[in-house]
């Protein structure tokens, strides 16, 4: 029954939808802990400190964290998944391109492919600097968040690579809010315009929340 599911393309569009809130969720949670470091480096590695110690004593140390990073993991994998494979059955079904082009097509429609490309390529490089410091420029310092955060964002290239993710974030969760609520059924002529005005808004506050963190190291107010 699951293989019949998701092999259909309503099953994998509910996976997409599914995944796609549990994503909007830690983002949401993510970037409300991100706004800590305006607080000093101090609240900001204790909330870092936190994180692994939620759940204790009845949970060992980070393993809170473990679990949430694999369903974090599950959900992007499920989420990527669907969606190539939503397109390559869209593709198969359509192999000419079409005369004339969609009308009332938005921005972010026509570039959630790229989006997700550009978030995916984004999330590889963002582990890489700031949870296993690979990349990261200025000396990784382990359990000193604030100061590797603040050294990523004193570079130019640390601050552009940040910055245009979050826009992809933006247009990629202004789409993606609408059609997770159109596929899970929440949809519908009289709350149409209340969906795309939450969209616009959650959209619009994670973009600037994210944002706000280089912007303050790029400013001199987090230092």
Known sequence: MAR??????????TVMAVSGIVMLLYLVAHMIGNLKIYFGAGEFNSYAHWLRTVGEPFMHYEWTLWIIRVVLVVAVVAHATAAYQLSRR?????????VHKKARTSYATRTMRWGGII????????????????VHSGGFQEGHPYQNVVDTFSTWYGDVIYIVAMLALGLHIRHG??????????GGRSRERFLKGAANVLALLLTAGFIAVPVGVMTGVVS
């Open 4 to 13: 019949t599911v998701w092999d259909s393309s309503v099953g994998k569009k």
């Open 90 to 98: 869209d593709i198969k079904a359509r192999p000419s391109k079409y």
């Open 119 to 134: 978030l995916g390529l984004f999330i590889v490089w963002h582990l890489l600097d700031l949870t296993t410091g690979t």
């Open 177 to 186: 809010f609408w059609s997770a609520a159109q596929t899970l059924g929440a």
